[in-house]
């Protein structure tokens, strides 16, 4: 198996941070330079297009960088990946902090479909449309080009009031359809959802749990608070103000979501 990482700060790396998408290589990039300044961070691009796969990829990067235990930081989908690795292999997660997590029941999913719809002006709602029906016509070809265009409308509509980047970092490219990378993947754990195996999944996880949230984010808070809070021991749920999918790109809450962070990475005892 072909795994690709690259490394923020200095050896010992503790923390590894897992991107979303799937298939958005390099997103997670500021926040592990962030942290850089104290902890050593590797920022894994999962080329894998199935859930066991990126499962495997990241146990391959822990393995062959010889990390016993670490903190696993998942943006999006990957707070979801994040979440199943930790509950398949709970001896190798120290802590988990999950980002922007879409729901583990699927009536809150209903819930970030009409928030987006209501959010959207007329145009919008044409381009959503095209978007999903290129997407699912098997004679479209270079659908690449339909997931980006999703993420763009997406991250219009998620946002609160998005800053630039204060610094640029490469984006990595990849000989892959990142289609087929955005559909399989997601569409196994949203079957897992569907079914009610999401969310039992909580139950095998035995380290701290923190979700961090948005209040403008569309994937509902209580999609994650409220059937987690339930069945992980040590669950913690924050709620940020004037804040929507993506933290750190927030002109009102990046320096407290760092704060978050940064806190949440500090252990008693």
């Known amino acids: 198996m072909r795994i690709e990482f690259r490394t923020h700060g200095r050896t010992p790396f503790q923390i590894v941070v897992l991107h979303g998408g799937p298939g958005a290589w390099g997103e997670m990039a ?25 499962l495997l990829e990241l146990k391959q990067i822990i393995d062959s960088n010889k990390l016993e235990k670490v903190v696993l930081i998942g943006f999006s989908w990957g707070a979801w990946l994040g979440y199943l690795f930790a509950a398949k292999f709970p001896e190798l997660v120290k802590k988990l902090i999950m980002i922007g997590s879409g729901p583990y029941e699927h009536q809150f999913y209903l819930e970030l479909i009409e928030t ?8 919008q709602k044409e381009l959503y449309s095209e978007i999903l029906n290129n997407l699912q016509d098997a004679n479209v070809t270079n659908k690449g080009f339909y997931i980006s265009q999703l993420g763009a409308l997406c991250g219009n509509i998620d946002q609160y009031d998005d800053i630039e980047a204060e610094k640029s970092f490469a984006s990595p490219h990849f000989d892959l359809d ?12 949203i079957g897992m959802r569907k079914s009610g195996d999401l969310l ?3 139950e095998k996880i035995k380290c701290p749990v ?3 949230h ?11 608070k409220i059937p987690l809070e339930k069945r992980i021991v ?3 749920f924050i709620l940020l103000e004037k804040c929507g999918h993506k933290p750190w790109t927030e002109r009102y809450a990046r320096t407290k979501f760092f704060q978050l962070i940064n806190s949440a990475l500090i252990f008693k005892g």
């Open 214 to 224: 948005g209040d403008y984010d569309p994937h509902p808070a209580n999609g994650v």
């Open 210 to 212: 923190v979700a961090i």
């Open 178 to 189: 990142r289609s087929t990378h955005f559909q399989q993947a997601l569409n196994e754990v």
């Open 234 to 236: 040590d669950f913690q």
């Open 30 to 54: 500021p926040v592990a330079d962030n942290l850089s300044d104290i902890y050593g961070v590797i920022e894994p691009f999962f080329l894998e297009a199935t859930l066991k796969g990126q």
């Open 116 to 123: 987006r719809n209501n959010r959207m002006d007329h145009e």
């Open 200 to 202: 039992k999944e909580a």
